[in-house]
């Protein structure tokens, strides 16, 4: 069996409710963006089979909350071991949906893997406290409690990654889900949850719903019973979700979209700043919220960072995700290669030079080539982000004026900072409005790290010692003439 039959043999055509497999006679058809061929097809559930699975979701909650920590923990480990131990074949699912060169996805496995063993040690860690007492006679613990059955919305860019960054920490607090996929990329989604099942996490404490977004989403964002909402996408739609959960006052965590300045100093390293400009812009093909999506670069060292950049986008090799030494795959669908085009057009009506790339690959269907444009003028880009593979540089004099123009946008996820000098690396990490900030590098992303943004990127943070807080509430517990 080749690695794409493996990836074709995960694929399962069905949501999950309650651990059970659920169709509908109405489906959304999944496409394979690299062949232009249907993969397969999931359930447009209706509204009704929605809300069975908020009922599922709500019925298993309070066994799960009561599970010991340590006990949750060990479902999380056994599940860590399981996604290792499929990491090919789901890595060849997710590149028969997404497109992503099956190195890439192995990678994204990898780096999916790393919030479940993370959030499985946080569950271990996780507890209150006892305050002072400040009467002298009483005293206040704290306790932290799962916040309840739980909605986690994913996008199609990172297609385990994402699911696995919400599910293991709420399921290390001790809440239920109910998961709804992107309807691009939903077969990745499906079979972690089943390994998660396989690993012993109680069938209706994890279910995934598949269909129409604004039916899921009507019902996910108007049930009193769900009580928290994580959603990764755009700023628009996060908004929608944000103003729907209103009436029920859910907790939320928004990961939005984002306009992620590069900014290359004349002191940067030229070495560094060239790689970490590159795999900051292209992992994913440039589809990521964290993606570079304006590089600055000082005036003086402008031609030699194009002339390094270029060089090595020149060895990007561009196909079909299960050819060799691909790092370039198609874009998600004919809307993304649009938006390149659009931009690429945009940036050169507004002055840019075109140094390499600029349009639609030779392949076809959906691969576009990997784009350089320098200068022009770039007010589109701070406004928008491109997600795909198109790398605009533009120069800039100073320091103050750069940190102001990498500002000026509503967005504030990522940024990236290249110089040699300590005190200005700390000093425009400190001015840049963005919520991560990559000095001398462009791979921020880890389980370690929080993750999230600021202003119109959204808020709450994912990963890291901050990430189960945001699927836990907090109990005081003030006991009278104690001490
Ligand atoms: C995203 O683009 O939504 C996530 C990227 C990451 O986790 O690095």
Redesign the pocket.
């Known amino acids: 069996m080749d690695m794409a039959d493996g990836g074709r043999a995960l694929v399962r055509e069905h949501a999950l409710i309650a651990g059970r497999p659920v169709t509908a006679t109405e489906t959304i058809r999944v496409d394979d963006p690299a062949e232009g061929t249907t993969l397969g097809a999931v359930p447009k559930l209706s509204a009704q089979q929605v809300e069975s699975a908020v009922a599922a979701a709500v019925g298993a909650f309070p066994a799960w909350a009561a599970t010991p920590a340590f006990e949750r923990a060990g479902v999380l480990r056994r599940w860590a071991a399981l996604i290792e131990q499929h990491t090919d074949a789901l890595a060849a699912v997710m590149s028969l949906e997404n497109g992503k060169p099956f190195g890439e996805a192995r990678g994204e496995i990898a780096y999916a893997n790393q919030f479940v063993h993370w959030f499985a040690g946080e569950a271990e860690r996780m507890g209150g406290h006892a305050i002072e007492s400040w009467s002298g006679a009483d005293r206040v613990v704290t306790f932290k409690e799962p916040v309840g059955p739980v909605a986690a919305i994913t996008?199609w860019?990172?297609p385990a990654?994402?699911v696995t960054r919400k599910l293991a920490p709420a399921l290390a607090a001790g809440c239920t889900v109910v998961l709804k996929p992107a309807s691009a990329t939903p077969f990745t989604a499906i079979a972690l949850v089943e390994l998660a099942l396989e690993a012993g996490a109680p069938p209706a404490a994890l279910n995934v719903v598949t269909g129409d977004s604004g039916t899921v989403g009507r019902v996910l964002t108007g049930s009193p019973d769900i009580r928290k909402l994580s959603f990764?996408g755009s700023t628009p739609v996060g908004r929608k979700l944000m103003a729907d959960c209103a009436p029920t006052l859910k907790r939320l965590s928004m990961?939005l979209g984002g306009s992620a300045p590069g900014i290359v100093f004349d002191d940067a390293d030229l070495e560094r700043a060239v790689d970490g400009v590159t795999k900051g812009k292209f992992r994913n093909t440039g589809q990521?919220?964290?993606s570079i999506n304006r590089v600055y670069v000082q005036r003086p060292l402008l031609e030699t960072f194009v002339a390094g950049v270029e060089a090595r986008m020149r060895t990007l090799k561009v196909g079909r995700p299960f050819e060799d030494g691909v790092e370039i795959g198609p874009l998600i669908d004919e809307n993304g290669v649009r938006k390149v085009e659009e931009h690429a057009a945009g940036l050169r009506e507004g002055g840019a030079r075109l140094v390499i790339g600029g349009g639609r690959h030779a392949l076809g269907g959906l691969f576009f080539q990997p784009t350089l444009l320098v200068g022009g003028d770039g007010t589109l880009l701070r406004g928008e982000e491109t997600f795909g593979p198109l790398m605009a540089v533009f120069p800039f004099d100073d320091e103050a004026e750069i940190l102001q123009r990498a500002n000026a946008t509503e967005f504030g996820l990522a940024s990236y900072v290249f110089t040699e000098s300590l005190d200005r690396a700390f000093r425009a990490a400190r001015r840049i409005e963005a919520g991560m900030v990559g000095v001398n590098t462009g791979v921020i992303?880890h389980a370690a790290n929080p993750?999230g943004g600021i202003k119109q990127s959204g808020f709450g943070r994912e990963g890291s010692i901050h990430g189960l807080d945001e699927y836990l509430q907090i109990k005081a517990v003030t006991l009278a003439g104690v001490g």
């Open positions: 996008p860019n990172f990654a994402m990764t990961e990521s919220c964290v992303s993750f």
